[in-house]
Each structure stands twice: as C-alpha cells, then as structure tokens.
C-alpha cells in the first residue's frame, strides 16, 4: 500500500509538471477583483482514497476560493434536512445554457433546472436559511468537520466584493420569490448564498471532505453516515449531468466523472469506489472550467482508468 502511494505521488507530480505552461491558455475569473488578482501559475492537484489517505503535488495545500464546489456541500446539507420535497423547488435536468443564465427561470416559473446552477444553488441557500437558525455558522461547521480541519475560512475580501457585484444572483433571488419558491427574505439568502461562495479551502481539504460520495454516503474513516447511499447517488447523477457548467456532456463524454467545477479554478471530481480528485489552477477556459484542471483529470482518469462508464 506504500508503494501505491508512492506511485501515485510520483504520478501526480508528473502529470502537474506537463501542465506547467498550460495555464498561459486561460483568463483568471476578472468579475471580482478579490478573485482577478490571485496568481494564475498556482497549480495543485489531490487524490484522496477510501483508505483515508490524501495525496498531493504542486499547491495542493494551499487555499483557494470554492466558489461553485460549496454548491455540492449545500446540496447535502438540504437534501439532509427537507428530504424529497426539494425535488418539488429544484428539478434534477441540465440547463444547456451558462451557470448564470436567467432566461430559462422565467419561463419555467422560477423552478430551477438543477441546483448547481445559480439559481438552483440560490434555492438551496433559501432551504438552509429557512431551516438552520444560522445557516452560515451550520455550513462553516458542517464543511469543517467533513474535512476535519477547524481552520477552513471565509475570504471576507471575496465575500464583500460577491455581495457588490452581485445583482444578477440578486435578480435569480428575487424573480424566484416572485413564483413563491423563495421563503426567506431575499437579503438573507443571498447572504448565505455568497458565504458559501466565500469559502476557502486547498485540495486536500476538499478530496477530505468529499469521500463519503465516492463510499455511497458514508464517511470511510469515521463510518459515518453522511448521507444515504440512494442520495450520494443522486448527487453524484446531478455533478456528471450538470457540474462542469455547460461543458458537461464534454467532460462526460471525455473523462467520464462526477464533477463540480467553481470560478476560482478548483475542481473536484468523484471516483465511486476509489475516490475523490481535486484540481486546482486559476486560469479559466471560455465555459468557466480551469484549463490546468481539466487537463489533470482527463489525464490521470485515463492513466488509472477511472471512468464511471468503463
Ligand atoms: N460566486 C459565483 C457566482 O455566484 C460563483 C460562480 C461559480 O463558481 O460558478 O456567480
């Protein structure tokens, strides 16, 4: 088992190392300052396995913005508390148009297509608002504890510039309270909404915190029951239709994963059975995917041959 481990670093480092130019190809995300000024040749990649273990090369320690990655935790944590009734305020389908699109809202009257699009992930912050007395706090505990690290934080520089450049999700928010589907005030859902958005975390923390999906729900060090097997299911159907916003059916197409990718250049991505994968590098492509990180996951999925459709 050592020597895996090893290989698998070894790997990493070598796959990281082809990469190194490769973020020249993309545009850090520039729509908050607080994101536009990270430094676009950071690079890590993390592999963490069912026996516990995290493996690293490159950044892989250090902290970024999640972003969009919150919005698979905030799913679990509504899926948790309200059960199936969610499924009546958010459908399970792609939307086929960019993450931040609003023309499909209100034709389909303020039902979102899926919840990690915006307005689906701003329907999950209303759930968590309406059903923890501090969800924010409940987020930050939940996220800490799945990745068993108490220092895990939100950036308040990202989250001060989220809420002032924030008019669109503003606009999701309110045009969704407009068909009811919204039940708590709107500022306090979009509050919730970019504190989640503001969370920083590195690699590691993340391939941590996620394994229970690649273990049917359960968490493989401390046996816990994160969520059932029926709904890590149904989360893990949800990243490979609709995570890597509207580059999904490529990334499936191409790699074959559970994915959820965010606008500050992670992504993670699900092996069931083996593991979670967690990229990270800031440079964007045109769909909103790191290009680094797209690049590392094709690359390892097919070195280890980890496509769910094998
Ligand atoms: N805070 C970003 C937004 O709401 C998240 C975007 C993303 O990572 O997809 O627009």
Not at 150 to 174: C, M, P, Q, T
Not at 242 to 252: I, K, L, P, T, V
Request: aromatic share 8%; proline share 5%.
């Amino acid at each position: 088992m050592k020597k895996n481990i090893i290989e698998l670093q070894k790997k990493l480092q070598t796959l990281l190392s082809a990469e190194k130019d490769n973020y020249l190809q993309g545009k850090v995300a520039n729509y908050i300052p607080a994101l536009a000024s990270v430094k676009p040749d950071l690079m890590g990649i993390a592999v963490g396995t069912l026996e516990g273990k995290v493996v690293g090369a490159g950044d892989y320690q250090h902290p970024f913005s999640i972003q969009s990655i919150s919005k698979v935790f905030g799913l679990v944590m509504a899926i948790n508390r309200i059960g199936d009734p969610l499924w009546k305020r958010v459908r399970m389908e792609p939307s086929g148009l960019p993450f931040n699109s609003i023309i499909q809202l209100q034709a389909e009257k303020g039902i979102p297509r899926n919840p990690v699009i915006n307005a689906g992930a701003i329907l999950i912050s209303d759930i968590l608002t309406s059903n923890f007395s501090s969800s924010k706090f409940a987020f930050l505990t939940y996220i800490r504890k799945l990745a068993r690290n108490d220092n895990i934080r939100i950036d308040n520089d990202v989250y001060l510039s989220e809420v002032k450049h924030g008019h669109l999700n503003a606009a999701f928010a309110h045009l969704m309270k407009s068909f009811d589907n919204i039940e708590s005030e709107v500022p306090d859902v979009l509050s919730h909404y970019f504190t989640q958005c503001s969370i920083s975390m590195s690699c590691e923390q993340l391939a941590q915190s996620l394994l229970f999906l690649a273990n049917k729900g359960i968490d493989p060090i401390t046996k816990e029951t994160i969520c059932t097997a029926r709904d890590a299911h149904r989360v893990n159907a949800i990243l490979s239709t609709s995570g890597m916003y509207d580059q999904s059916g490529e990334f499936a197409f191409s790699v074959g994963l559970p994915a959820k990718s965010g606008v500050g250049g992670g992504i993670i991505a699900i092996v069931p059975g083996y593991g979670v994968i967690c990229t990270w590098s800031p440079p964007l492509n045109h769909y909103g995917n790191s290009v680094v990180g797209m690049n590392l996951i094709e690359n390892i999925a097919e070195e280890l041959g980890l496509s769910i459709y094998h």
